[in-house]
C-alpha cells in the first residue's frame, strides 16, 4: 500500500534555532509533494506545494526563506523551519499524491515544540 | 479561491447513535471533496472522497458522505457511532487543476459510552 513516514515524529527546539523535518513516500512516486501546518487549536494551512518539474509553490504568509523545502526525487521530501520561534509549533503535516491519483496520502506529522 | 465551512465545532453524541457533521464549501470549478479524521496526537486518516457519479460516497468504518451541488455540501454521517469514533474530523475541497487541499476548521465528535 501506498504510505508516508515523517520524522522525526516529535521534536524540541530552542527559539531562534533550525529543525529540518523528513517525508518518505513508500510504494509510490510522489508527484506533488504537500506540506501543511497546523498550529494549536487551528487547522491545516497549506505552507506549500512541490512538484516534479516545476518550481515550488509558497503559499501567501509563507517563504522560501522561512520554510525551504528539498524535493530532490519522486519518493523523499524535506523542509526546514529556520529560526523557529513560538508562532511556528504544531504539527507540521506532509502530504504525497501521485500522478493518476486525486487523494494525498498524509504522514503522521511532525510535532514541534518551541522553546 | 475556494471556502471550506464546517459550521459545527463540537458534536457530542451517545454510542450507538448516528451523527451527521456539516460541511459546506464555496468554489465554483471542478473540486474534490474529502473528509479525514484526525485523532488526538496524529496525523491525518482519510475517510472518503467525491469527484463525481453518485453523490453518496462510502467510507472506511461506516462512514458515508452525501453531495450536494445545490447546497454546496458534503456532510458525513454514520448510522451507529462508536466510542472510537472520537476525534476531530476536517472537511476538504480540493481544486482538480492545482490539487492544493483547503481545509475546514474541523469538528470535533465526542462519542460518550
Known amino acids: 500500500g501506498a504510505l508516508v513516514y515523517q520524522y522525526p515524529r516529535r521534536t524540541i527546539c530552542k527559539s531562534g534555532t533550525s529543525m529540518r523535518m523528513e517525508c518518505q513516500a513508500v510504494g509510490f512516486q510522489a508527484t506533488s509533494v504537500a506540506w501543511y501546518r497546523q498550529s494549536p487549536q487551528k487547522t491545516f494551512e497549506l505552507i506549500a506545494l512541490?512538484?516534479?518539474?516545476?518550481?515550488?509553490?509558497?503559499e501567501q504568509n509563507f517563504t522560501q526563506e522561512k520554510f525551504p523545502i528539498s524535493h530532490p526525487n519522486l519518493s523523499f521530501s524535506s523542509m526546514t523551519v529556520l529560526n523557529a520561534y513560538l508562532e511556528d509549533r504544531g504539527l507540521y503535516l506532509c502530504?504525497?499524491?501521485?500522478?493518476?491519483?486525486?487523494?494525498?496520502?498524509f504522514g503522521s506529522g511532525t510535532r514541534l515544540l518551541v522553546i | 479561491t475556494q471556502t471550506v465551512s464546517q459550521s459545527d465545532a463540537h458534536v457530542t453524541v451517545f454510542e450507538g447513535d448516528s451523527v451527521e457533521l456539516r460541511c459546506n464549501y464555496s468554489?465554483?470549478?471542478?473540486?474534490?471533496l474529502s473528509w479525514y479524521i484526525q485523532h488526538h496526537g496524529h496525523g491525518l486518516q482519510f475517510l472518503l472522497k467525491y469527484y463525481s457519479g453518485n453523490p453518496v460516497v462510502q467510507g472506511v468504518n461506516g462512514f458515508e458522505a452525501e453531495f450536494s451541488k445545490s447546497d454546496s455540501s458534503f456532510h458525513l454521517r454514520k448510522a451507529s457511532v462508536h466510542w472510537s469514533d472520537s476525534a476531530v474530523y476536517f472537511c476538504?475541497?480540493?481544486?482538480?487543476?492545482?490539487?492544493?487541499?483547503?481545509f475546514g476548521a474541523g469538528t470535533r465528535l465526542k462519542v460518550i459510552a
Open positions: 502530504g504525497a499524491r501521485r500522478v493518476t491519483n486525486s487523494d494525498y496520502t
Open positions: 468554489y465554483g470549478g471542478s473540486i474534490y
Open positions: 512541490s512538484t516534479v518539474n516545476s518550481a515550488i509553490k509558497y
Open positions: 476538504a475541497v480540493s481544486d482538480t487543476g492545482n490539487y492544493k487541499y483547503v
